[in-house]
C-alpha cells in the first residue's frame, strides 16, 4: 500500500530554534499534503493543506509566519516551525492524497513527529 | 455537539473478546473512514466505506447511510489490537476538509 515516511520521529530543540519535519510520499506522487497537530488525547486537528506548487492554505488561528510548508514537488512537504517556543511542543503528523484523488480518496498518514521544545 | 461522535471513549476488555465501537456523524457524507493510531502515535488507515460492510481479518466495518451511523468490529481481540481507533469523513461541501471523532482507546488484557 500506499506509504507515506515523516522525519524526524522525534525532536528536542531549545526556545527560539527552529525545526523542519520532512512528510515524503514514497510510492505515489502527492499533489495535496495535510498538516495536523494532536494534543494528548486529543484529536488530531488540521493546520493546513499543502498543494504542490502553490501556497498552503492555513486553518483559522494557525500563524503562517510560525508554521512554514513547502510544498516543492510532488513526493515532499515540509513544516518549519520557526523560533520554538515550549507551548510549541506537541505531536505532529502528516498525511498524503494520490495525485488526482479526490476527498474521498483513501488516507495515508506518517508516522508523526513528537517535537519537545525546552 | 460533534460533527462526529465516537462511543465508548474508552474501553478496556479480555483478551478473546468481541468488540463493538461506534460512530455517528451529522454531516453529509460519502464515505467513512476507520483509523487506527498505535501507541506511537503512527496512523493506519483500516477501512474507507460508503455502504454496506467491509471485512479484513479479524476487522469488519458496517455503515448504514440513512441512519448515519458507522461500527467497527474486531473479533477474536488480540492485546496487539490495543490502539486508538478514529472515525473520520470528509465534508461533501468542503473539499479535502476531513472532520475526525476524538477516537476510542481500546486496551485489550492478556
Known amino acids: 500500500g500506499a506509504v507515506v515516511s515523516q522525519h524526524p520521529s522525534w525532536v528536542i530543540c531549545k526556545s527560539g530554534t527552529s525545526v523542519k519535519i520532512e512528510c515524503r510520499s514514497l510510492?505515489?506522487?502527492?499533489?495535496?499534503m495535510f498538516w495536523y497537530r494532536q494534543f494528548p488525547k486529543q484529536s488530531l486537528m488540521l493546520m493546513a493543506t499543502?498543494?504542490?506548487?502553490?501556497?498552503?492554505?492555513?486553518e483559522q488561528g494557525v500563524e503562517k509566519d510560525k508554521f512554514l510548508i513547502n510544498h516543492a514537488s510532488l513526493t515532499l512537504s515540509t513544516l518549519t516551525v520557526t523560533s520554538a517556543h515550549p507551548e510549541d511542543s506537541s505531536f505532529y503528523i502528516c498525511?498524503?492524497?494520490?495525485?488526482?484523488?479526490?476527498?474521498?480518496?483513501?488516507?495515508?498518514f506518517g508516522n508523526g513527529t513528537r517535537l519537545t521544545v525546552t | 455537539k460533534n460533527e462526529v461522535e465516537q462511543s465508548p471513549q474508552n474501553l478496556t476488555a479480555q483478551e478473546g473478546e468481541f468488540i463493538t465501537i461506534n460512530c455517528s456523524y451529522s454531516?453529509?457524507?460519502?464515505?467513512l473512514h476507520w483509523l487506527q493510531q498505535h501507541p506511537g502515535g503512527g496512523i493506519v488507515s483500516l477501512f474507507m466505506l460508503s455502504s454496506g460492510k467491509k471485512k479484513h481479518g479479524r476487522l469488519i466495518a458496517t455503515i448504514n447511510i440513512q441512519e448515519k451511523h458507522s461500527s467497527l468490529h474486531i473479533t477474536a481481540s488480540h492485546p496487539r489490537d490495543s490502539a486508538v481507533y478514529i472515525c473520520?469523513?470528509?465534508?461533501?461541501?468542503?473539499?479535502?476538509?476531513?472532520?475526525f471523532g476524538k477516537g476510542t482507546r481500546l486496551h485489550i488484557l492478556p
Open positions: 499543502s498543494n504542490e506548487g502553490s501556497k498552503a492554505t492555513y
Open positions: 510510492d505515489f506522487q502527492a499533489t495535496t
Open positions: 473520520a469523513v470528509p465534508r461533501m461541501n468542503r473539499d479535502d476538509k476531513i472532520i
Open positions: 454531516v453529509g457524507i460519502s464515505a
Open positions: 498525511s498524503a492524497r494520490d495525485f488526482g484523488g479526490s476527498y474521498n480518496s483513501p488516507l495515508h
